[in-house]
């Protein structure tokens, strides 16, 4: 292989939310010439797309009936991820506090994870030079074949410290509880539940800068890209 391309590498990255996860997802695939899919935006789209479309998000067979409807399309730029859902950007309106507190009920309804698992897996077959995606579920069900699989965790109060940084004015304690709160929703739920998956690396990040954690995965990348 010395003097090809190098082979793509499907790189997977799980963990709950506040551990880096998006930041050091699309710096290692900026860093590594690799397309970037974060896949919790796709579950935001179609959440989006629900209260847009006054569909009763406590009912599960309602979110499933229209599951199909919404065109979700993902750039994969890590310089620029962009998200469109019927030819609108929706990259600002997904980050609302009310898609945020919906995504999990949506996100659970099996027919829901079954269209944009079938999303992700075609994006990933497409990526040319190979591929970073982030989420919940990807080493577990929707690339368990995945050349490497990561999982990022952190210490609650970690999370909730740079998730409040992320939301402007937000409460510390109130992230906490509410990332705890969605952490007990995703693991439980019975479609694709938040998990390790048995052969990932598991990288703490609670003690670690970004750019040590970014350091960490970019090693691991190329590791597993020279003994390919």
Known sequence: MENGAAQPVIVAIDGPSGTGKSSTSKAVAAQLGLSYLDTGAQYRAITWWMVANGIDI????????VAGKPEI???TDPENPTITVDGTDVAAPIRTQEVTS??????AVPEVRARI???QRSIAAAAEAGIVVEGRDIGTTVLPDADLKIF??????ARAARRSGELKGADVNAT??????RDAADSSRK???LAKADDAVEVDT???????????????????????
């Open 191 to 193: 479609t694709s539940p």
């Open 58 to 65: 406590e009912d599960p067979s309602a979110i499933a009936a």
């Open 152 to 157: 990022l965790t952190a210490s609650p109060e």
């Open 73 to 75: 399309v993902s750039g």
């Open 176 to 181: 906490r509880e509410a990332l705890i709160k």
């Open 206 to 228: 609670t003690e670690l800068t970004l750019a040590q954690v970014i350091e960490c995965v970019v090693t691991l990348v190329e590791e597993k890209r020279a003994g390919k």
């Open 117 to 119: 698992s079938e999303l």
């Open 102 to 107: 919906k995504v999990s009920a949506v996100s």
